[in-house]
């Protein structure tokens, strides 16, 4: 499964998901282990940048070609590394899914789950 079809999926189970991307990268973030606080997750919605404008805005810093703010040769080939294995990972493996509920009810989607294709 794609990350897209677990986005699909999560907002067929949580439909208030839709109007909020941090909402949404919060229960993201904590099927793959990170859990906050109720009051770090307020604090999370109403103050802090979502992580997709910090990360855009930090590459355009860093393509421009009139500073120095350059990261270093072996954190410009580790991200390549990354970019290859994530290409590898879309086509030979397949990320799985389950849910589960707690004691009061509520399901949750574990995302964190993979099995290869190979």
């Given at each position: ?24 990268i ?20 109403s ?11 930090a590459?355009?810093v ?5 500073n120095?703010?350059k990261?270093s ?12 294995e994530?290409?590898?990972n ?25 099995q290869?294709?190979?």
């Amino acid at each position: 499964m794609t990350r897209p079809e677990k986005i699909e999926v999560i907002y067929d189970n949580y439909p208030d998901m839709v109007n909020s991307d941090k909402d949404l990268i919060l229960y993201w973030w904590s099927r793959e282990g990170l859990v906050l606080t109720d009051k770090q997750q307020e604090i999370f919605n109403s103050n802090c940048t979502a992580p997709e404008f910090i990360t855009r805005d930090a590459r355009k810093v860093r393509a421009d070609e009139s500073n120095n703010h350059k990261a270093s040769k072996a954190v410009e080939e580790a991200r390549e590394e990354n970019m290859r294995e994530q290409s590898y990972n879309a086509v030979h493996k397949t990320p799985q899914y389950s849910t589960y509920e707690d004691s009061n009810g509520n399901t949750f989607i574990n995302l964190s789950e993979e099995q290869s294709c190979t």
